[in-house]
T-cell receptor, first 111, second 116 residues
């Protein structure tokens, strides 16, 4: 199977830090991606991890542990505009690049 | 604007009917993906094409079919429509098929299908 698990919803306060976790089945793993999707809009790419460790990009960072089948997205200095759904996606394709998405975590940022 | 164009944006039809959704990828992207998004199931991978050939298949129903044409645009055909097919259908494109190039997808705005 290719189950990808994320919390359904999270709430955080403006200016705070929030960590969104993602676990996945490791068999066939070939890279992990995070996407942001605002309500009624298309998903947009945030980050890519293929090796263990932390990738930092401004206020957003993403971490990967391949042996544990675990990733997290860290959002710092939260802003109201960060209220969105965050989708974890895993490339299970090998040569064919089948990108499978989790159901997403709906983040609500409160003042 | 991602550069990916999908038409139509909205479509309302009846059960048993057939519809065609169209997608034009970003200029230079060879890979096209189709996803279905419904409220209770998130983004479901349907099918992927690369340079005109089918590369990967997800949970695409037999009633659904797709193709990518020589000019790289793609069409998703949905037939014998059922109420449960109502969803947002996204097309996405990418530069390649490996590594970051294969997973950094650029999504169109989607085609919202309502089956009555």
């Amino acid at each position: 199977g290719q189950n990808i698990d994320q919390p359904t919803e999270m709430t955080a306060t403006e200016g705070a830090i929030v960590q969104i976790n993602c676990t996945y089945q490791t068999s066939g793993f070939n890279g992990l991606f995070w996407y942001q999707q605002h309500a009624g809009e298309a998903p947009t790419f945030l980050s890519y991890n293929v090796l263990d460790g932390l990738e930092e990009k401004g206020r957003f960072s993403s971490f990967l542990s391949r042996s544990k089948g675990y990733s997290y997205l860290l959002l710092k200095e939260l802003q109201m505009k960060d209220s969105a759904s965050y989708l974890c996606a895993v490339n299970y394709g090998g040569a064919t690049n089948k990108l499978i998405f989790g159901t997403g975590t709906l983040l609500a940022v409160q003042p | 604007d991602s550069g990916v164009t999908q038409t139509p944006k909205h479509l309302i039809t009846a059960t048993g009917q057939r519809v065609t959704l169209r997608c034009s990828p970003r200029s230079g992207d060879l890979s096209v993906y189709w996803y279905q998004q419904s409220l209770d199931q998130g983004l479901q991978f349907l099918i992927q094409y690369y340079n005109g050939e089918e590369r990967a298949k997800g949970n695409i129903l037999e009633r659904f079919s797709a193709q990518q044409f020589p000019d790289l645009h793609s069409e998703l055909n949905l037939s014998s429509l059922e109420l449960g097919d109502s969803a947002l259908y996204f097309c996405a494109s990418s530069v390649g098929v490996q590594g970051r190039d294969g997973g950094e997808l650029f999504f169109g705005e989607g085609s919202r299908l309502t089956v009555l």
